[in-house]
Nanobody, 124 residues
Framework: VQLQASGGGLVQAGGSLRLSCTAS????????VGWFRQAPGKEREFVAA???????YYADSVKGRFTIIRDNAKNTVFLEMINLSPEHTAVYYC???????????????????WGLGTLVTVSS
């Protein structure tokens, strides 16, 4: 499966963005899909994950602000982000874990495929 993340950009604090992770080559509905982000000088960190078999997982830092949504008809997983603040500035990546699943939803090492990131910049 090939993944393409898009939707990043420059937004003011308090604003919203919707990121898209669109797949080609395979149906995303069979995969665990995760969103990660990497801020300058920091390690890549977990943001959210979605699967057909479990309720969405979120990092504590984004609960109530970010929502992960699957659209199987579009073969896309969205990350809706509201009330953004400068600490959300990062490159956001989507990733997919194929069966047999790793079970490591929170770890970048638990995913088999990665898309190129999309940059989100939140100005104060």
């Amino acid at each position: 499966v090939q993944l393409q993340a898009s939707g990043g950009g420059l937004v003011q604090a308090g604003g919203s963005l919707r990121l898209s992770c669109t797949a080609s080559g395979s149906a995303l509905k069979s995969y665990v899909v995760g969103w990660f982000r990497q801020a300058p000088g920091k390690e890549r960190e977990f943001v959210a994950a979605s699967s057909f078999s479990f309720s969405p997982y979120y990092a504590d830092s984004v609960k109530g602000r970010f929502t992960i949504i699957r659209d199987n008809a579009k073969n896309t997983v969205f990350l809706e982000m509201i009330n953004l603040s400068p600490e959300h500035t990062a490159v956001y990546y989507c990733a997919a874990d194929e069966p047999p699943y790793s079970g490591r939803v929170y770890s970048p090492g638990g995913y088999d495929y990665w898309g190129l990131g999309t940059l989100v910049t939140v100005s104060s």
